[in-house]
Structures are given as C-alpha cells and as structure tokens.
C-alpha cells in the first residue's frame, strides 16, 4: 500500500515533470562536456585551463542529474509496487510533509540520522 496521506497522482505527476526537466537539462548541456580542444594556437593555456575546469563541473552536474533520475525512476516503480513512502530502513511510514517536499525521500526522519 502507498502512503495514505499521499495523493499519488500528484507525486506521480511532481516525478514525471522532474524527470523531464532533468532530462531536458541534461541535453542541453551535452556541448559543454565534449573534450577540450587542446590547441595552442588558438586557445592560450589559461583558457585552456578554464575550459577544462568547466568540462569537469559540467561532467559532475551530469552525474548528479543522472544519479536524481534514478531515484525518480525506483519512486515510480514503488509507487507502481504499491510501496511509496514507506522507509527503506525500518519499514514505517516516512512523514508525508517531508515526501511531499521531496518524493525522491528513502528513510524516515529517525533512520536517516
């Protein structure tokens, strides 16, 4: 069962919407985390530098993005489940202010501690 004081809908909706974005996001910036050209003629080392520096925090918002659309996709396979809301750790119900706030959520208050 999914948490009663949830409306499933609307969490399913909130997730479906962030996946897009993320998604969406993440096309976006795929330029920025192509190679850097390393040409001297062109380019001069510090630019250089600071290209690659910004491929990097490029590389690592991909990751977080990536890492954010795996947690929405197992919320909705639990909500699918019949499993929503429940903590991953002691089985009781995860507070849902604190799921409605951020579905993505695994462990209640006490056991995230």
Do not use: Y
């Not at 809908?9 to 996001?25: G, N, Y």
């Amino acid at each position: 069962m999914n948490h009663p004081e949830l409306d499933m809908a609307a969490i399913q909706r909130k997730l479906l919407a962030l996946r897009e974005e993320l998604q969406a996001e993440s096309a976006s910036s795929e330029s920025s985390r192509d190679t850097v050209v390393l040409d001297q003629t062109s380019v001069g080392r510090l630019s250089r530098m600071d290209a690659m520096q910004g491929q990097a925090m490029a590389k690592a918002e991909e990751e977080r993005r990536q890492r954010r659309l795996k947690l929405i996709g197992g919320a909705l396979v639990r909500i699918d489940n019949e499993e929503f809301g429940e903590c991953i750790e002691c089985g009781e119900w995860i507070g849902a202010k604190r799921l409605e706030w951020d579905p993505l959520v695994l462990k209640c208050i006490n056991c995230a501690e």
